[in-house]
């Protein structure tokens, strides 16, 4: 049965900041680190953290389960295609890491079968987005309104609220992948997923851990490889309120 949680902002390393890379953001994937590999944070457990490889030193060692020397990865994409099988009937088969998620699941009935196929992997997999033209325009409406209200409040106000709004209805009602193959979405949920895509969740492979904390942070912060090694700092350190 997939694990069900609930989860509270985690306020530990809120207090660090990677490079210029703002602490929110970082708190934002450690929630993600969480969820993921299903365990919590110790109050002032992140304290002393200085560098990403203590960082992933210390997640390794909250990783609780049996060890098993298999890819995660791999289990995560059959996990995905008996999804895309039962939705969608057609033969496993035809299922190929390569295979274009486009080509595979047509159609304006898309969410329809994207919200099946969540429902049967047990999470949301999160496929889907508006075209990038329009929250790209939505946002923009939105900064500009924003420094609108310091000069014509009652005109940008409404603007504003307006942009908010679409911003929430496009992420909504987005019907374009964010990924282009299955094997795109199987690396995705096997990192946001980690235990919940195993085939027993109360194992995992130790030689994965660090990779997978590397692969959220390099894809939520749009990070270059290089600037995730061991000895990557969180630099000046900040009091941020836990209120």
């Known amino acids: 049965m997939p694990m069900k949680h609930t989860y509270k902002a985690m306020t530990d390393l809120e207090t660090y900041e990677l490079s210029d890379i703002d602490p929110e953001d970082i708190s934002d994937i450690l929630l993600k680190v969480e969820k993921s590999f299903d365990f919590k944070f110790g109050k002032n457990e992140l304290r002393d953290v200085k560098s990403f490889g203590e960082l992933c030193d210390i997640i390794r060692t909250k990783v609780q389960g049996e060890n098993i020397n298999d ?3 791999q289990q995560a994409f059959y996990k995905l295609r008996n999804a895309l099988v039962e939705t969608l009937s057609i033969d496993k088969d035809s299922i190929k890491s390569e295979t274009s998620l486009q080509e595979l699941i047509t159609g304006e009935s898309r969410r329809q079968k994207i919200s099946a196929i969540d429902k049967n992997v047990g ?3 999160r496929t889907l987005r508006a075209k990038h033209w329009l929250t790209g325009s939505l946002l923009l409406t939105l900064i500009v309104s924003f420094l609108g209200l310091f000069l014509l409040w009652k005109i940008a106000l409404p603007v504003f609220a307006m942009s908010i709004i679409g911003l929430k209805l496009s992420d909504k009602f987005g019907n374009e992948f964010d990924f282009k193959t ?6 995705k949920i096997s990192r946001e997923h980690y235990k919940e895509v195993r085939r027993n969740n109360q194992t995992f492979n130790p030689n994965e851990i660090t990779a997978k904390v590397r692969e959220l942070f390099k894809h939520d912060l ?5 600037a995730l090694t061991r000895e990557a700092t969180f630099d000046k350190p900040k009091l941020i309120s836990n209120a």
């Open 182 to 187: 299955v094997g795109e979405l199987a690396e």
């Open 71 to 73: 890819c995660t990865t």
């Open 222 to 226: 749009d990070l270059k490889e290089s």
């Open 123 to 125: 999470f949301k997999t």
